[in-house]
């Protein structure tokens, strides 16, 4: 089963911060539709929108590395499925 | 291709992260019908299975959701079929059912478990009777189960024998716990037009005419609409007040939605309604009497209070109408005063009285809630404070309610403090003068000429 979701993250810039992510979502088999990403006074954000393969890793084992990831680098990461920011924003 | 900006997905990230959004409560209703024994502790122990059959996936499946949409749910509970209308077992004691109800939820994780009810608007039945008397040794005895009783209706008015029956069990149940400062109260409220789908408590029951199960979410978000009050000018008009009310209520409702369709999906069971009360907790911030103020009244309680509330409620519902076809259960304002610090602010500085809170009954949901009295109020008092609020349900074909905690040895000042959500407040003065006679009448309040609609 393929899981859209929205990934988050935020904090301190600095080196390797998109790299740490994307291996992890490679690792899991997660795929990057697409990525935008700002620096606003040294604070990062970036925002990307993935598909999850669950067959090949549930959704909570993503989330699970992903928090060890925000951990390594000291940044906040949060990762949800897409429809409840459709949901919220869209009639 | 991203369809939401990073904009929409930081406002979301910030409701829930800084303003208390949250999903109250995914409730699952379940039926007993066929629980009837013809002994209590049979009954009990098919009470007990059939719950815990029913609820088993219940709470690890709404984690799940809670983590993969990164939405708390703050409360995972049960209703059941008012256990008045299955009691044909010989004994009157209802107690070990309500023993039975506590234990499965414990078993299953919940933290509430509602349905020890009966409906007597116009009549009590044996079961009925049953039950009411039952209520203090079932609520001293068990901490999760959560009792209701309706006593009122617009087709078929005020039952005052039902009414002061109640009020005396008010007050057995505050002596029943009063090494608790009455907490059994807080698990206890009287009705007037109950519905059959509430998921919050202490009302929650599984009406006759649900499913056999049946998944009820409770929305939140008090802090959220503050937030977005707060934001505005104070010049503002309330027509742009009342518009960014409904666009949040509207956000809101919809994470209600997603989360009730979800929730019913992986459980097999049918999604029932969602609830639209905005629900305050006693955590800072997560408060209907913010919401008031930011809307601009001096104090909560002051004039001013009863337009604002009203405001706030409609665009509310206006907003959460849009947001999903299956609006039900109260879907009003809460304004429970120990749940909510700025309604406990309110009342120790003076503002916020009974009789104010009788009056925003009129234009929210469930009105007088978790309201401490002194321990000594008499028992008619309660029960005319009842049918008061009982009056204005029926005039005007709406739910209200009483939640009154006649606090054992205390009197207006002292404090009560149940701790968790149910929260702590000053024990409120009440008026002295009932008298005795109306609530000794008995009888039935008529129904009102408004019920005559056919």
């Known amino acids: ?91 | 291709m991203l369809h939401i900006s990073p904009e929409e997905i930081a406002e979301t990230l910030t409701m829930i992260t800084q303003q208390h959004l949250d999903i109250r409560t995914v409730t699952l209703g379940i039926s007993l019908s066929d629980c009837v024994a013809d002994d209590a502790d049979t009954m009990a122990s098919r009470v007990y299975e059939r719950v815990t059959t029913a609820a088993e996936r219940l709470v690890p499946v709404a984690e799940s959701i809670e983590r993969e949409y990164g939405i708390p749910i703050i409360n995972k509970r049960i209703a059941v079929t008012p256990i008045a209308d299955i009691a044909a077992c010989r004994e009157h004691d209802l107690t070990p059912v309500a023993v039975a109800m506590d234990r499965a939820a414990i078993d299953v994780g919940v933290d509430f478990i509602g349905g020890f009810s009966a409906l007597v608007h116009k009549g009590i039945g044996a079961g009925d009777r049953k039950l009411m008397d039952s209520v203090p040794s079932a609520l001293a005895t068990t901490e999760r189960v959560c009792s209701s009783v309706n006593v009122a209706s617009t087709r078929a008015g005020i039952n005052m024998d039902a009414v002061m029956r109640m009020a005396e069990v008010i007050k057995l149940t505050a002596e029943a716990t009063a090494e608790r400062q009455g907490i059994g109260c807080a698990k206890l409220v009287v009705f007037c037009n109950m519905v059959e789908d509430n998921p919050f408590m202490a009302g929650a029951m599984h009406g006759s005419g649900e499913a056999d199960a049946v998944i009820n979410v409770g929305i939140s978000g008090p802090g959220v609409v503050r937030a977005v009050v707060r934001s505005l000018p104070e010049d503002a008009g309330l027509t742009e007040v009342a518009e960014a009310i409904k666009a949040t209520a509207f956000k809101i409702t919809r994470a209600g939605e997603l989360v009730a369709r979800e929730t019913a999906r992986r459980l097999g069971v049918e999604m029932g309604i969602v609830d639209l009360s905005l629900a305050p907790t006693p955590a800072e911030g997560d408060s209907v009497a913010d919401i008031i103020e930011a809307i601009g009244v001096g104090r909560c309680g002051g004039p001013g209070t009863t337009t604002a509330l009203a405001l706030l409620n409609d665009a509310v519902k206006k907003g959460g109408a849009m947001g999903t076809s299956s609006v039900g259960g109260l879907s009003g304002a809460f304004i429970p005063v120990s749940e909510d610090a700025g309604m406990v602010r309110a009342v120790a500085e003076g503002a916020l009285t009974l009789e104010k809170l009788e009056a925003m009954t009129a234009v929210c949901s469930v009105g007088l809630d978790m309201i401490p009295v002194p321990g000594d109020t008499p028992a008619e008092t309660i029960a005319t404070i009842i049918s008061d609020a009982c009056a204005i349900g029926v005039i005007n074909n709406k739910t209200t309610a009483a939640r009154l905690i006649p606090a054992p040895g205390l009197g207006p000042g002292d404090r009560v403090d149940f701790g968790g959500l149910l929260g702590g407040a000053p024990v409120l003065s009440v008026n002295p003068h009932a008298g005795t006679v109306l609530a000794r009448r008995g009888g039935r309040f008529p129904a009102p000429l408004g019920s005559l609609r056919n």
């Open chain 1, 1 to 91: 089963m393929k899981t859209r979701a929205i990934l988050s993250v935020l904090g301190e810039d600095r080196v390797g911060i998109v790299a740490a992510v994307a291996t992890a979502l490679a690792e899991t088999g997660t795929n990057i539709e697409d990525i935008r990403q700002t620096i606003i006074s040294s604070v990062f954000s970036m925002t990307m929108l993935v598909t999850v393969d669950e067959d090949r890793t549930p959704f909570e084992d993503v989330q699970a590395r992903l928090a060890e990831v925000a951990e390594t680098i000291g940044m906040q990461i949060t990762l949800q499925r897409e429809d409840v920011f459709r949901f919220m924003h869209r009639v």
